[in-house]
Every structure is written in structure tokens, then in C-alpha cells.
């Protein structure tokens, strides 16, 4: 079956501390990652996907295929970066994608 | 240019009442995916339109929901006696055709059924 699991619901940092945002996955294949993100009072939108394998706002992932996962990290998180991250997986057929439940970032100084 | 858009923004119904949620899609995106977002549950895909074929309509939860899409573009939603598990944020997405392309959300409709 095709799943992405996120296992932190909340995850609480530091200003300036090192944050990973943990996703695995679960699929048959070659699989087409993505994280997205949603800041409050706005609408979701894509922040990176393993392919493009770009930074963003400092952010990297990489796909790990041995591990099933696909962890998003920022070596210093800034308060902006407060938000909720959305792992997804786009499906065999590629007509969607299926989302983790989501990790909440709060950033504090 | 302009994003997608859906309306309403809000909607409060009562139980048993049907309700239609709109998505404008962005002008010249042939794909076109309904999403619900609800506390606790993450994101779960509902009901996909490309171009003129046939709707994936696999991930709709019951047979009160149901989704058209009109001349390729705008696209509703409607479920019909709605139930208080149906609260939630119903996302609408739209892409262009090329499978590599990024899906861009709309805003969303926040229902609450009372």
C-alpha cells in the first residue's frame, strides 16, 4: 500500500537550532516525494521535491530509499519558519498525492 | 495571474442539509484535484479531473459525495445530507497537464456541519 507517515505531530525549536522534520514512506517503485508547506492564514503550497533536489528557505531533503524516507532539514530555523509541513507521495498512477498528517514546526527565540 | 479560487470561504450547515463547494481553477490547467483536510487526519485525496477523461473518484468517502466539472474549468463539490464527520477544510488543487507539474491549492472552504 502506498503511505507516508509522519510521526511527530508538534515539533518545538529554538531560533537558530537545527530542525528535521522526519517522513517515510511507503511504495513499489520508484517513488515522486514532495514536502509542502502551510503558514498560518495562508494557503498550502509546495516548498521542495526530491527531484528538483534544490534548497529552499535553507531547507533540504533527501531521499533515502534504503530508509524509506524522505526527512526535511534546516541547519538554523527561524521564527518564520513556524508552520505546518505536509510530506506527500505522488501515486502510481500519478493523478494525486498522498499526505502524511502533518508535522506542526513551532519556532521560538 | 490568479491563483485558485474556491467559494464559499466559510460554510455553516445544519445536518442532513446538502452543501456545494466551487473551485475556479487556474485558466489553462487541465488537471484538476478535490482534497479535504481535517483535524488530526492530514490531508486525504477525494475525486480527480484530467481533461475530458473519466474522474478518479477513489478516494470519495461515501456516496453522499459527489464532484462535476464543467467545460474542463470550474468544478463543484457536493455532498449531500451532511453529516457532523463531514466538517472539515475542502482543498481544491489544479495543475497543467505535464505529469511533473505542481499541483497549486486554493485557499479552501472551511465547512461545519452543527
Known amino acids: 500500500a502506498q503511505r507516508v507517515t509522519q510521526p511527530e505531530k508538534l515539533l518545538s525549536v529554538f531560533k537558530g537550532a537545527p530542525v528535521e522534520l522526519k517522513c517515510n514512506y511507503s511504495y513499489s517503485g520508484s517513488p515522486e516525494l514532495f514536502w509542502y508547506v502551510q503558514y498560518s492564514r495562508q494557503r498550502l503550497q509546495l516548498l521542495l521535491r526530491h527531484i528538483s533536489r534544490e534548497s529552499i528557505k535553507g531547507f533540504t531533503a533527501d531521499l533515502n530509499k534504503g530508509e524509506t524516507s524522505f526527512h526535511l532539514k534546516k541547519p538554523f530555523a527561524q521564527e518564520e519558519d513556524s508552520a505546518m509541513y505536509y510530506c506527500a507521495l505522488s501515486n502510481q498512477a500519478g493523478t494525486a498525492l498522498i499526505f502524511g498528517k502533518g508535522t506542526t514546526l513551532s519556532v521560538s527565540s | 495571474g490568479a491563483g485558485v479560487s474556491q467559494s464559499p470561504s466559510n460554510k455553516v450547515t445544519e445536518k442532513g442539509k446538502d452543501v456545494e463547494l466551487r473551485c475556479d481553477p487556474i485558466?489553462?490547467?487541465?488537471?484538476l484535484y478535490w482534497y479535504r483536510q481535517s483535524l488530526g487526519q492530514g490531508l486525504e485525496f477525494l475525486i480527480y479531473?484530467?481533461?475530458?477523461?473519466?474522474?478518479?473518484k477513489s478516494g470519495l468517502p461515501s456516496d453522499r459525495f459527489s464532484a462535476e466539472r464543467t467545460g474542463g474549468s470550474v468544478s463543484t463539490l457536493t455532498i449531500q445530507r451532511t453529516q457532523q464527520e463531514d466538517s472539515a477544510v475542502y482543498l481544491c488543487a489544479s495543475k497543467s497537464g505535464q505529469a511533473s507539474e505542481t499541483q497549486y491549492f486554493g485557499p479552501g472552504t472551511r465547512l461545519l456541519v452543527l
Open positions: 479531473f484530467q481533461g475530458n477523461s473519466a474522474p478518479d
Open positions: 485558466s489553462g490547467h487541465t488537471a
